[in-house]
């Protein structure tokens, strides 16, 4: 059974910074895309970064130089490095490994396992 366990999250000031991680336990087909989305109430969940197995790396337009992502394939582990947030960055993020990530990223193969994964959220607030 693949579980994803995310952690870091937390309140910071406008300006600070968090660093977020997303443990994977379980079997998942490689290669693969990770990612991270997050979401506000009342919205839809929204893409904030993608990673691949071969460090190909998408961002929304929102944080592009101010997150930085990263995996470890060898421990099955990604990251979110956060910084100069914004109050507008608060929201439940949540990572993810495989079909959906792959395809927003563009890096769907014939034959592909159409298998999503998702942790449970962690809570990132911004103050201003």
């Known amino acids: 059974q693949v579980q994803l366990v995310e952690s870091g999250g937390g309140l910071v000031q406008a300006g600070g910074s968090l660093r977020l991680s997303c443990a994977v336990s379980?079997?998942?087909?490689?290669?693969?895309?990770m990612g991270w989305y997050r979401q506000t109430p009342g919205k839809q969940r929204e893409l904030v970064a993608l990673?691949?197995?071969?460090?190909?790396?998408k961002y929304a337009d929102s944080v592009k130089g101010r997150f930085t992502i990263s995996r470890d394939n060898a421990e099955k582990s990604m990251s979110l490095q956060m910084n100069s947030l914004k109050p507008e960055d608060t929201a439940v993020y949540y990572c993810t490994v495989g079909f959906s990530a792959a395809r927003a990223l563009g890096t769907v193969f014939p034959g592909m396992n159409r298998d999503d994964y998702w942790g449970q959220g962690t809570q990132v607030t911004v103050s201003s």
């Open positions: 379980g079997r998942i087909s490689s290669p693969n895309v």
């Open positions: 990673i691949s197995s071969g460090g190909r790396t």
